[in-house]
């Protein structure tokens, strides 16, 4: 159990019973007005983030109730066991944790917990769980509504039937009607019997949602990763029910049908008005699926690397004597590096010791590449001055052309086919045999933009209005970043293995860090770093290295780390 947030924890220790009116997470306990101010003023405490108990009660009781040090020892916990999946204080690793070799800080381990992958991706299955529990409350109250109507589309037919016969009718016609009333009722019985076990679902899908909404908020990193695991179990049971819901007989779309008896207008031989059944077919809710979600969540957490975290190191200042404008650069797995010069009208290769290998020469304008690593070639996008990619052979010439029906600029390759911006017309695909063109974002794209493809987002610059633009690939807009401080005439981007977005930004003279989720930015290079008007940057997923291209005549080479 937690310390008592309710009354002051230091002047309870002097057996003083005050209220507290504010929460320190990090000494975990409640303080009162005069305690916080020593407690803000002190060299030792002075640091700690504080919050008033009246928002720190809004989190869920089962976090409140969780305790930051080892009930066992009484010590602030100091390390996690990934081998065992739990926190552990200092006499806890000698006493049981000694043999354990996947051992890590604490601070280490909830550090940015709440933008972590396991994190987000709760959040996602709890809405995508939502989105599936409200599609299944609507199909059964669809086919409720369904019922009502046959019924009284059904009753009507035997009315008009009733009156074309004599009084002898009327007995069936009862027994009929009641027929029908009784079979509609029972199927609405079961239905709107599985409507609120569905409604009891949603709303505690909600519920957990708000709840994740208030720890987000209010509750400290510890207290938010050992949440976690009892969201993800939570989480994890109203799975179990949806698909048990969806197991359900009463999930058949049960409909209402009529057959008229053959010897009704016999009315002697007739014994009823008709028969009314129930009909049963599969039901079409069609659902979007976590199994693979739900089994990364087993794994032990793995915290994305902050932007703030990341360093860059081992510079290496490259000469491009022969180049004029560098408007593209890519770097092979085996460690050579290709440039593309608009204004020499040619792609240049260099050795990974950054001497000169060869030059391609080309009849138009060369502006972005990327690389297709199953044929060894580079695709080049002409820019302003052409309609074409040209495929091109690294140790040789070019092989072949793809022929766009506007200027293509940036270029990225996702699979087996080719992602590009085309002026005025979007984001768009092509296999890489030129067939098959498709737009995957439909936008009037401006001249100058560059493309990043990582996992199913596509990322795109905008140097008109300073901005970029995440969508997924669906052409879904998912997020847009502008801060013109620190970005400004946006050209080449690319994305780390961890989903941070560097941009080349060319005003500034700089290069910008995006997370993830593209609320913040951090500059990584400026002009400090020797950075002129850069317009090209690469990163390179295997050896994590940056490569980053002035307009002229030098690029750059690090070490991400």
């Not at 809405?127 to 086919?143: A, F």
């Amino acid at each position: 159990m937690a310390s008592n947030w309710t009354v002051c924890g230091v002047c309870n220790y002097r057996n003083i019973n005050k209220a507290s009116v504010v929460w320190c997470s990090e000494c975990d306990e409640g303080l009162c007005g005069e305690c916080r101010e020593h407690h803000g003023a002190s060299k030792s405490t002075r640091n700690h983030d504080t919050i008033s108990i009246t928002e720190y009660q809004k989190l869920p009781t089962n976090v409140l109730e969780i305790t930051q040090t080892c009930q066992k020892h009484k010590e602030h916990y100091q390390t996690f066991c990934k081998k065992h999946d739990c926190p552990c204080c200092r006499r806890c690793v000698i006493e049981t944790h000694n043999d354990c070799n996947d051992l890590t800080a604490i601070e280490d381990i909830v550090k940015n917990v709440k933008s972590s992958n396991a994190w987000l991706e709760v959040e996602q299955i709890l809405v995508q769980m939502l989105k599936n529990v409200q599609r299944i409350r609507n199909d059964r109250t669809e086919n409720l509504k369904c019922l009502q109507d046959q019924r009284v589309e059904i009753e009507r037919d035997i009315n008009q039937t009733r009156k074309m016969i004599n009084d002898h009718l009327d007995k069936i016609h009862d027994k009929t009607i009641k027929e029908l009333y009784a079979n509609e009722e029972n199927e609405s019985k079961r239905i709107k019997l599985l409507l609120c076990e569905i409604e009891d679902i949603e709303k505690g899908i909600s519920d957990l949602q708000g709840n994740q909404n208030n720890i987000r908020q209010h509750a400290s990193e510890l207290q938010t990763f050992l949440a976690l695991k009892h969201i993800e179990k939570e989480v994890s049971d109203k799975a179990e029910c949806i698909q048990s819901v969806l197991k359900n007989e009463d999930m058949k779309i049960k409909t209402l049908a009529l057959e008229v008896n053959k010897d009704v207008k016999n009315i002697d031989r007739a014994d009823c008005f008709g028969s009314v059944s129930v009909e049963s077919k599969s039901f079409k809710v069609v659902i979007d699926s976590y199994k693979n979600k739900q089994a990364q969540m087993m794994v032990p957490i793995v915290i994305s690397k902050c932007i703030d975290d990341i360093v860059l190191s081992n510079k290496m200042e490259i000469n491009l004597k022969s180049s004029g404008n560098v408007r593209g650069c890519a770097i092979l797995p085996n460690g050579q590096m290709v440039f593309s010069d608009n204004e020499g009208i040619k792609t240049i290769a260099l050795k990974d010791n950054c001497s000169h290998h060869l030059d391609i020469a080309l009849n138009t304008t060369a502006f972005d590449m990327a690389y297709i690593e199953g044929e060894h070639t580079i695709a080049v996008t002409t820019g302003y001055s052409g309609k074409s990619i040209h495929i091109i052979d690294v140790n040789r010439t070019r092989k072949r052309s793809i022929k766009t029906s506007a200027n293509p600029y940036g270029i990225a390759l996702k699979k087996n086919t080719l992602v590009y911006c085309k002026e005025g017309k979007g984001i768009m695909e092509v296999q890489l045999n030129g067939e098959s063109e498709k737009a995957l974002v439909c936008l009037d794209m401006p001249s100058f933009s560059y493309v990043a493809v990582y996992g199913d987002n596509m990322y795109y610059t905008n140097k008109d209005n300073h901005s970029v633009t995440c969508y997924d690939i669906h052409g879904n807009l998912k997020w847009e970043f502008k801060d013109t401080k620190n970005l400004r005439y946006p050209q080449g981007i690319a994305v780390d293995n961890n989903g941070n977005v560097y941009v080349v930004s060319m005003d500034t003279h700089s290069v910008v860090i995006i997370t993830p989720d593209g609320k913040r930015c951090k500059t990584i290079l400026s002009s400090r770093d020797g950075l002129s008007s850069p317009h090209a940057l690469h990163f390179e997923p295997t050896s994590n290295k940056l490569l980053v291209a002035n307009e002229n005549k030098s690029a750059f080479l690090y070490d991400v780390s």
